[in-house]
């Protein structure tokens, strides 16, 4: 109590100058939260499209935002912008809390200047994700904006930059997602682009360097915004967007549950649920799954959803390199991520998009204290010149390299083929991984059976009185002698051969025991990681 109040029992009162100061400073506030007025707001909507304070109602628990700089306005003169001077200067930042853990957040107000970054506007955002880094929380960036700020020249541009150098130095302490609701051009296109995750709505959605005006007078193509930069082109064509929705309300929906997947920093594990899937749970279907027969296709998909919890399995980059799989699921409770061979797109081979894509994933599990789960079968890498000369060998050594470096704890588990430098590749023992597990339809060679003996036995298939009947002998004389499922195992290469239904168990156990591992790292300034 104060003073007044211990002699009075009363509070005390506000004088009429106090009382008129609260009154102005609450119709200023107010004055911030609507922002330019009901016609923007209206215009937005128009557009298929939610204003900003209404996206961060959605992202966050209810009740829980406090805003941070909501007064703040622009200082800049010069082609008439001294005269439009709006609060928030058209960007809304602060922090929040998901699922009760603390998150920081900015959002572009497209109804203010278009969302286009000035001085002020910049030095807000610098100023949320520097507390995003001392607090040890995420950030989550949700980009409406039409880019900088034109008339304050290159002041917004070093505001840019200022942004850029952020988020490297946040990369791998606090995850970084982006969720593109609009425009996102020029220099703003790189913001999420450093980020972990990019998240993309379809009609909405667009992320280009240069926008389709400029690509006609350049080139002479003819494209709309959509086609070059919309959220299928960056899905399916370029790998920079890692989900893509219908609507807003789902994609921060999801954002939500992917925040929910992920530790609030790298000094913590991810969050543990209570787990009512049973550890034991049998998975006879597996045996059904997937065919013995190596050249018979299968969704990866459906045995990932027969292992994990409650058949949960959040995919990233789902249309971008499907023939390997990447993504987060529960295993026990407990986060994991899920690296994949997928043998229903191109049998499953590595190729260069689909060893970059692993690699990142890699990378962001080791970063976040996320165990790695490696599903093996793989007949090798594509072969091609186009993959050649696209450089497949400085792209798969990028994925060689992200295993070899993570410090997570790492199991395989080898299903059907791992043939060749693919197999490698995979997390094998040989780079690292802690524990390989194999099915009895494992198998492990240079490569398949009918090439080795094309190449081992060509002369004395060439010289039999029927080739094709002598090829058909040496075929199984080289599985049966190299490719037999406990061929590894006698090596000591792979830990044990498991029954199929008792995967799911088996790996859980296998988790518990390295929950604790712990790797020394050598020291060094940084890795010089293949580009």
Known sequence: MTVQEEHTGQAPCLSADTRALV???????????????????????????????????????????????????????????????????????????VEGRTVFVYAHDFRIFGGALGEAHAEKIHKIMDMAVAAG????????????????????????????????????????????????????????????????????????????????????????????????????????????????????????????????????PPPAVPCTDPADRCGEALLGLVPAEGRLPYDMRRVIEEIVDHADF?????????????????????????????????????????????????????????????????????????QEHGGVIRHGAKLLYAYCEATVPRVQLILRKAYGGAYIVMDSRSIGTDLSYAWPTNEIAVMGAEGASNVIFRRQIAEAADPEAERTRKVKEYRSELMHPYYAAERGLVDDVIDPAETRAVLIRAFRALRTKHAEQPSRKHANNPL
């Open 314 to 386: 959040l995919e990233v980059h789902e249309w971008w390199a499907p023939n390997v799989l990447c993504g987060l699921a529960r295993l026990g409770g407990e986060v994991i991520g899920i690296v994949a061979n997928q043998p229903i797109a191109l049998a499953g081979v590595l190729d260069i998009k689909a060893s970059e894509k692993a690699a990142r994933f890699v990378r962001m599990c080791d970063a976040f204290n996320i165990p790695l789960l490696s599903l093996v079968d793989v007949p090798g890498f594509l072969p091609g010149v186009d």
């Open 23 to 97: 009154a102005e400073l609450r119709a200023n506030k107010e004055l911030a939260c609507c922002g330019p007025g009901d016609r923007a707001t209206r215009a937005q909507h128009a557009k298929g499209k939610l204003t900003a304070r209404e996206r961060i109602e959605l992202l966050l628990d209810e009740g829980s935002f406090a805003e941070v700089e909501q007064l703040r306005r622009h200082r800049a003169v010069g082609f008439g912008i001294e005269e439009r001077r709006p609060y928030t200067d058209g960007v809304i930042t602060g922090w929040g809390t």
């Open 137 to 268: 929380a995420p950030l989550v960036s949700l980009n409406d904006g039409a880019g900088a700020r034109i008339q304050e020249g290159v002041s917004a541009l070093a505001g840019y930059g200022g942004i850029f150098r952020r988020h490297v130095r946040a990369s791998g302490v606090i995850p970084q997602i982006s969720v593109v609701l609009g425009p996102c051009a020029g220099g703003a296109a790189y913001s999420p682009a450093l980020t972990d995750f990019v998240f993309m709505v379809r009609g909405i959605s667009q992320m280009f360097v240069t926008g389709p005006d400029v690509v006609k007078a350049v080139t002479g193509e003819d494209v709309t915004q959509e086609r070059l930069g919309g959220a299928d082109a960056h899905a399916r064509q370029s790998g920079v967007a890692h989900f893509v929705y219908e609507d807003e309300r789902t994609c921060l929906s999801e954002v939500r549950y992917l925040l929910s997947l992920l530790p609030s920093n790298n000094q913590q």
